[in-house]
């Protein structure tokens, strides 16, 4: 088959990379620029969803992403409710995907931007990720299928949208006092204490933030453009193998290519590019190998069977999709899991005396590996008793 290509694929991928950069310049997380896993685990932070204090933040970039794609829908006439697909088993498999992405530490987006850096774990990444990608064309060319989904009222269509405003505006209505605790625990006043109703970090990557300005427009751009190109990291990959097709892995490529050049002239992501496995130039990443292998094969796999990575969930979203809206509330469920319980992965500590250390999965999440053999268990489970039966 001829791939017929789009040249708005590879200017969405291009704007990714380059906000990816611009919000490293401006305070994001470096090495971490645009995360939609990090970013959903963030705001599962701020309210209170789970109590890791080094990530609690509203992140506007996912309010921005889900809006763009609203208004570009909207602006197109491609706006259109529907729901009633497969509700629990989406909810389900949103979570499984963030609990992955979050022993990896990162979305498959961020995945690419740490490839950008020369972080030679993220390709360990990228194998487990066409990996499970692969498990999961195995099955739809066998005829897996969730339910299919109806027309609803445009209200049911808003919902989240509406909901995300709203905890937005919340969050900046009670910025002022967040700030002045921010401040007063950095001073080291005594009884520093947070009034708001949401909780924010003082260290860590929820305290390293782009301008709230900044940050909206970007995501309002990127939701916009991904909306309108249909952007999607694991339809790259899903559609080579069963379509021959290479148009929406040149997304993937462009954000690759973009990230690369912005580091080599910016150093926005804090590192020079340099080829390793070592976490020393590769903030916020860890170096085991086997986890970040496991934890992006399933996100691979739950995201070919959902239809479409944790960034095409917040566009269909947008696009009045309440099934990836309900995709969305298990992704954020399943961050507050994840570090609730005690799952998700840490960053490598790095040199202490001359020695480098590694991340210890083995002392840190004892738990890790009898839970992803259950999650991988449950997402066979699912590809199988999902498979549609020939019509007699």
């Given amino acids: 088959m001829k791939t017929k290509i789009n040249p708005l694929i590879i200017i ?22 645009f995360c939609i896993a990090c970013f959903i685990r963030d705001i599962a932070g701020t309210t209170k969803l789970h109590s890791a204090a080094p990530v609690q933040y509203f992140r506007p970039e996912i309010v921005g992403i889900v809006l763009g794609s609203l208004i570009a829908a909207l602006a197109s006439g491609e706006w259109r409710a529907k729901a009633g697909s497969s509700p629990a088993l989406r909810f389900a498999l949103g979570a499984m995907v963030m609990i992955g992405a979050l022993i990896f530490l990162g979305c498959p987006l961020r995945m690419v931007i740490r490839m950008g850096g020369g972080d030679l774990n993220a390709f360990v990444g990228l194998i487990g990720f066409a990996v499970g990608i692969l498990i ?28 995300l405003v709203v905890l937005f505006v919340a969050f900046y209505l ?39 300005i900044i940050a909206l427009i970007a995501g309002l751009i990127v939701g916009a453009l991904a909306q309108k190109s249909r ?3 694991v339809g790259g ?32 992501q804090g590192n020079v590019v340099k080829l390793n496995f070592s976490m020393q130039s590769q903030p916020v990443a860890h170096s085991d190998g086997l986890w970040n292998f496991l934890g992006m094969m399933i996100v691979g796999w739950g995201s070919c069977l959902l239809g479409g990575c944790p960034l095409r969930q917040l566009i269909l979203t947008g696009e009045g999709n ?3 809206a309900i995709t969305v509330l298990g992704m954020l469920v399943g961050a507050a899991f994840a570090h609730n319980f005690g799952l998700a992965g840490g960053a490598d500590p790095g040199l202490k005396e001359g020695v480098y250390t590694a991340y210890s999965f083995a002392k840190s999440n004892p738990n890790v590996p009898v839970v992803v053999v259950c999650i ?15 019509e007699k």
């Fill in 376 to 390: 991988i268990i449950a997402l066979l489970v699912i590809s199988i008793t999902n498979l549609k039966s020939e």
């Fill in 174 to 212: 009670a910025w002022p006092v967040l700030t002045q605790y921010v401040a007063d625990v950095k001073a080291n006043v005594e009884g520093a204490k947070n009034a708001a109703p949401f909780a924010i970090s003082t260290a860590g990557p929820g305290s390293m933030h782009a301008p709230i």
């Fill in 231 to 233: 952007m999607c990291m």
């Fill in 136 to 163: 999961g064309v195995v099955f739809l060319k066998k005829g897996f299928g969730l339910k299919r989904n109806y027309d609803t009222t445009n209200l049911d269509g808003f919902v989240l949208p509406i909901v």
């Fill in 237 to 268: 990959i899903r559609d080579i193998v069963m379509f021959k097709n290479f148009n929406l892995i040149l997304g993937f490529v462009a954000v690759f290519v973009a990230v690369l050049v912005g580091n080599i002239i910016f150093g926005g």
């Fill in 322 to 324: 309440g099934d990836s």
């Fill in 12 to 33: 969405t991928g291009l704007v990714i990379g380059i906000a990816a950069v611009v919000l490293a310049l401006n305070g994001n997380p470096k090495n971490m620029g």
